[in-house]
């Protein structure tokens, strides 16, 4: 007995020892920053996005025809707001609403850059205006704040980076490189007849960027317990896909229910699916997010992140680091004593890096019943690729928010819901997802939700980091 204890005693020491080393070894991993510039903007900044956001550029359904009125009166207030860019830049209207403008570079040898925003946002739930603290399309500027659907998603950086290139312009700068600013229309539904036809021209002209930037990373404060503030520079995104599970069966009366009722067959499909995920699994850029934040936490917790092999199933769960499952849609009756004869739901997916589309609606089919059909619909992508954290880009993408927000921990990682930046890997050697969105959990569900606003100061931010971002790229 006194054996086996020594032995157990030093098990628990040799694990102890492997713990304790590897959490030394996890050094940090940020770069020094540098000496911020001072760049001064007029007040009229915060009047200019308060215009911007008066015009309803929503995208309601993949279908919908784009409201012309608001498109087209948007692309007339950018020419008049921004009257250098519109000057010194070439545009092109791609497939009647999106914008793609040129800026060209000094040096016909160098890659290009791509900038990116989108013009449209999403619909504002008509229950919920009396909860707003103006009205979504106001644009209402306060003492502290610029409120509208926009702000943050995505008419901010928008008209941020418009401000931007307009003062460069003032100063009379030239970039070594072109850069193109690519602004779809419908990434709200998918950016099929936007960014992907942007991408598309960009293509066919053999364009080959060195780097394309759009949103879905941001400054994530007192979100991560033991850091103030994360930069999230997103190298990657899950795909999206979902599908109806149809329930077809004889039907009856509610009175003498068969032993297999269709909207209960639904339902046990719904909770199967539930009940068995896909599992959480370590991948790029998962494994990047464990290395670059644990390094910032504090000894216990980093202890965690230096070894995933032991705690890595609560890390990646809070990562939400898998495929998740989420009912969306369920139809099914006509009346309270009649069992349907079809009965319908559906299941949308976000596909972790390393599935597929194929291979959820295998697992889909392999976990439900094969009395249920199971048909994929609507808007469909694979992830993404993951792009590199080596590159001279990312580098400089780097370097410049570490200068700008010098207390900020840049952090690479994984963004689960969907942007235009997919489309845009076959012409750019890296994609990244980052403009400096100041989001804390009070401001989080202003995202597609009630009281969507942005900070003045913050909106400052978004400006001085394009500015300088595209100095950056000598």
């Known amino acids: 007995m006194k054996k086996i204890l020594l032995f157990l005693l030093l098990i628990l020491i040799v694990i102890a020892s492997i713990l304790v080393f590897n959490t030394l070894q996890m050094g940090s991993k940020q770069v020094a920053p540098g000496t911020a510039e001072t760049i001064e903007l007029p007040d009229d900044i915060f009047q200019n996005l308060s215009k911007g956001l008066q015009y309803e550029t929503i995208s309601f359904s993949e279908d919908a025809i784009p409201d012309s009125t608001a498109f087209f009166g948007f692309h007339r207030y950018l020419e008049e707001t921004f009257p250098l860019v519109h000057k010194n830049l070439s545009l092109e209207k791609i497939n009647t609403y999106s914008l793609l403008y040129t800026w060209k570079g000094s040096d016909a040898s160098k890659k290009p850059l791509i900038l990116m925003s989108h013009q449209d946002v999403v619909p504002v739930d008509q229950p919920t205006l009396a909860d707003w603290e103006a009205g979504p399309f106001a644009g209402?500027?306060?003492?502290?704040?610029?409120?509208?659907?926009?702000?943050?998603?995505?008419?901010?950086?928008?008209?941020?980076?418009?401000?931007?290139?307009?003062?460069?312009?003032?100063?009379?700068?030239?970039?070594?490189?072109?850069?193109?600013?690519?602004?779809?229309?419908?990434?709200?539904?998918?950016?099929?007849?936007g960014a992907a036809e942007i991408a598309k021209h960009l293509k066919s002209k053999g364009v080959t960027a060195a780097m394309a930037l759009d949103e879905g990373g941001f400054l994530a404060e007192n979100l991560v317990p033991g850091i103030e503030t994360v930069a999230m520079v997103n190298l990657a995104e899950k795909g999206f896909a979902s599908f109806r599970l149809i329930v077809e069966t004889n039907g009856g009366h509610s009175s003498q229910p068969p032993k297999e009722n269709t909207i209960g067959m639904l339902a046990q499909a719904i909770?199967?699916?539930?009940?068995?995920?896909?599992?959480?699994?370590?991948?790029?850029?998962?494994?990047?997010?464990?290395?670059?934040?644990?390094?910032?936490?504090?000894?216990?917790?980093?202890?965690?992140?230096?070894?995933?092999?032991?705690?890595?199933?609560?890390?990646?769960?809070?990562?939400?680091?898998?495929?998740?499952?989420?009912?969306?849609?369920?139809?099914?009756?006509?009346?309270?004593?009649?069992?349907?004869?079809?009965?319908?739901?559906?299941?949308?997916?976000?596909?972790?890096?390393?599935?597929?589309?194929?291979?959820?609606?295998?697992?889909?089919?392999?976990?439900?019943?094969?009395?249920?059909?199971?048909?994929?619909?609507?808007?469909?992508?694979?992830?993404?690729?993951?792009?590199?954290?080596?590159?001279?880009?990312?580098?400089?993408?780097?370097?410049?928010?570490?200068?700008?927000?010098?207390?900020s921990v840049v952090v690479p990682g994984l963004v689960g819901g969907g942007t235009d930046a997919r489309y845009f890997y076959e012409i750019a050697e890296d994609v990244y997802r980052f403009y400096p969105i100041r989001l804390g959990p009070d401001s989080m569900s202003r995202f597609h939700g009630i009281d969507e606003k942005i900070s003045k100061d913050n909106y400052r931010e978004i400006i001085s980091f394009s500015y300088q971002l595209i100095k950056n790229f000598k």
């Open 140 to 193: 209402t500027i306060t003492d502290t704040h610029v409120i509208g659907r926009g702000t943050l998603d995505d008419k901010g950086t928008l008209i941020g980076l418009m401000e931007a290139v307009e003062k460069l312009l003032e100063e009379s700068f030239v970039p070594s490189q072109t850069i193109y600013l690519a602004f779809g229309h419908d990434e709200e539904v998918g950016g099929s007849k």
């Open 271 to 407: 909770v199967d699916l539930e009940s068995n995920q896909l599992p959480y699994k370590l991948v790029k850029p998962i494994d990047y997010q464990l290395e670059y934040m644990g390094a910032e936490l504090p000894f216990f917790k980093r202890m965690a992140f230096a070894n995933p092999w032991l705690f890595k199933d609560p890390i990646l769960e809070a990562l939400n680091a898998h495929t998740t499952t989420a009912p969306t849609i369920v139809s099914g009756g006509v009346k309270n004593n009649v069992i349907p004869t079809v009965a319908e739901a559906t299941i949308n997916f976000r596909i972790l890096p390393g599935e597929t589309i194929a291979s959820v609606q295998e697992h889909i089919e392999n976990t439900i019943s094969d009395k249920i059909r199971v048909e994929p619909v609507g808007f469909l992508t694979n992830p993404s690729e993951v792009s590199s954290i080596d590159s001279n880009a990312y580098k400089i993408l780097e370097q410049t928010i570490r200068t700008q927000f010098s207390n």
